[in-house]
């Protein structure tokens, strides 16, 4: 099992660049969601999906996109990327109902100039 | 509305000593409260979780008091080691989060240095 993996590791983007993170798990888990992390902020939710096919927004989701389409791929897309973006970006899954632990992927460390 | 505030920020430990970390909520509906450790360049990860039906649980030497009535709960580490320096969230769900959509609502998080 590899888990929850995210690529790429690190990126760095102009302002205005569109890019896509990556994230896929093995683990058949329904429920997935991305996390920006940023320093003295913790975690926050960005968009999450309960199933293929199914998105939602978390508390920060405006300049991203995301879909659906496969249990164990959930991609990031940020269409224009702005300096604020810059942050650490977590992907996680769990199993859907009451099993809560999450399983976080390794990060990806997004630089915007 | 931040509804899980955490506590401190920031905390230095001796090697052996006891390290203290406190989370209030506000949710009364809230039914698990994990917390996760994170290591400098990893993600988080489940290091302990306790449901309000009990009020302490203990895994090696970390251990979850958990108060109902004050809202409180705080992870207690005892004997710590400089590999216990990480940064540890907790985090609470139930409530309006319900079903599919359990939702977890996270503290800002601890840095935890532990010197040798």
């Known amino acids: 099992n590899a888990g929850v993996t995210q690529t790429p590791k690190f990126q760095v983007l102009k302002t205005g660049q569109s890019m896509t993170l990556q994230c896929a798990q093995d683990?058949?888990?329904?429920?997935m969601s991305w996390y920006r992390q940023d320093p003295g902020m913790g975690l926050r939710l960005i968009h999450y999906?309960?199933?293929?096919?199914?998105?939602d927004q978390g508390e920060v989701p405006n300049g991203y996109n995301v879909s659906r389409s496969t249990t164990e791929d959930f991609p990031l897309r940020l269409l224009s990327a702005a300096p604020s973006q810059t942050s650490v970006y977590f992907c996680a899954s769990k199993t859907s109902g009451v099993t809560d632990t999450q399983y976080f992927g390794p990060g990806t460390r997004l630089t915007v100039l | 509305q931040q509804q899980v505030k955490q506590s401190p920020q920031s905390l230095i430990v001796q090697k052996g000593g006891i390290s203290i970390i406190n989370c209030a909520y506000e949710n009364t509906a809230f039914d698990y409260f994990p917390w996760y450790q994170q290591f400098p360049g990893k993600g988080p990860a489940l290091l302990i979780a306790i449901r309000p039906d009990v009020s302490e649980k203990k895994e090696g030497r970390f251990t979850i008091s958990f108060n109902k009535s004050a809202k409180q709960f705080s992870l207690h580490i005892m004997d710590s080691q400089p590999g216990d320096s990480a940064t540890y969230f907790c985090?609470?769900?139930?409530?309006?989060?319900?079903?599919?959509?359990?939702?977890?609502?996270w503290g800002l998080g601890t840095s935890l240095a532990v010197n040798p």
């Open positions: 683990m058949n888990h329904e429920y």
């Open positions: 985090a609470a769900t139930g409530g309006d989060n319900a079903g599919n959509n359990r939702k977890l609502i």
């Open positions: 999906s309960v199933g293929a096919g199914i998105t």
